[in-house]
């Protein structure tokens, strides 16, 4: 039998309760490598651009490809080896 109602129904949060506060931003002018960096130090996927205290959009790791993606990998070994 498939029931009726989820689960997890009881259990809703409002975004509020959950959401990022202050989350680390970047502005349109930052380079891409730059976000990424960001990104793997802050160990967050998603990162909102700004604008003077305005939203123009979100960036997810997975916006990036190829050369942004090997330069922090070349990066991060480096880092590795040297620590």
Do not use: K
Request: some cysteine; hydrophobic content about 40%; proline content about 5%.
């Amino acid at each position: 039998m498939i029931p009726l109602v989820s689960p997890y129904a009881h259990s809703a949060r409002i975004l509020i309760e959950i959401m990022t506060r202050d989350p680390f931003t970047l502005t349109a002018r930052h380079d891409a490598i730059e976000a990424l960096r960001l990104m793997q130090d802050a160990r967050c996927r998603h990162l909102p651009i700004v604008q003077e205290g305005r939203l123009l959009g979100i960036v997810s790791r997975g916006d990036f490809r190829g050369i942004e993606l090997d330069r922090l990998d070349e990066e991060t070994g480096l880092w590795e080896r040297i620590g």
